[in-house]
């Protein structure tokens, strides 16, 4: 039974572009959500996807977008990259949008904006 | 905007020893929960704490929700080195995101 899996596992970007990482959430999982991990720092929150739709979203601007598909994987886009984008992008699947239920996370996605 | 803090930030015990790190926040929790998590890896959920005074234990560590579900704890018994990572709290708040603290670094020594 795979868990969470992300893709890739590194990422190297200058300032002004635009990247895309990738989530496959644990077998059975409908939500799929996004965190931030800053290095030092808990995670925050982006967004969650449920239903192909965004449903909750965290003061993250506008630059940080996504998007689910029907097989409840995932997408984070980042455009316009600045230098405090470099983090630890994590993604974490559940059954169901409560944050009562369990999230599994993956090992995320390490980029780095140069 | 709800603020979480933990304590202490870092903490380097020997092997044996007992310990607790504590959880705070100044909104009360629809639910709590703690995440231990290593280095290279996500976190990993530990328990989950839903009701006001609650205890739940897990092998060697002991989880308490707090009466009025704004504060928390973990305690751990007998630490080993196998315990060693960053230990992260995590609260739902009633009608809004989903929120960590900033964890606590804990190093367990042989």
């Known amino acids: 039974d795979a868990g969470v899996t992300q893709s890739p596992t590194h990422l190297i970007k200058t300032r002004g572009q635009q990247v895309t990482l990738r989530c496959s959430p644990k077998?059975?999982?409908?939500?799929v959500s996004w965190y931030q991990q800053a290095l030092g720092q808990g995670p925050q929150f982006i967004f969650q996807y449920y239903e192909e739709e965004e449903r909750q979203r965290g003061n993250f601007p506008d630059r940080f977008s996504g998007h689910q598909f029907p097989n409840y994987s995932s997408e984070l886009n980042v455009n316009a990259l600045l230098l405090g984008d470099s983090a630890l992008y994590l993604c974490a699947s559940s059954s169901g949008t409560g944050f009562h239920q369990p999230q599994h996370f993956g090992d995320g996605t390490r980029l780095s904006i140069l | 905007t709800q603020l979480l803090e933990q304590s202490p930030q870092f903490l380097s015990i020997q092997e044996g020893e007992n310990l607790t790190v504590y959880c705070n926040s100044s909104?009360?929790?629809?639910?709590l929960q703690w995440y231990r998590q290593e280095p290279g890896e996500g976190p990993v959920l530990l328990v989950t704490v839903v009701t006001g005074g609650e205890v739940k234990k897990l092998k060697r560590l002991t989880f308490q929700f707090g009466d009025a579900r704004k504060d928390s704890s973990l305690h751990i018994t007998a630490a080993q080195p196998g315990d060693t990572g960053l230990y992260l709290c995590a609260g739902g708040y009633y009608g809004q995101n989903f929120v960590f603290g900033p964890g606590t670094r804990l190093s367990v020594l042989p």
């Open positions: 909104s009360v929790f629809s639910s």
């Open positions: 077998s059975g999982h409908d939500t």
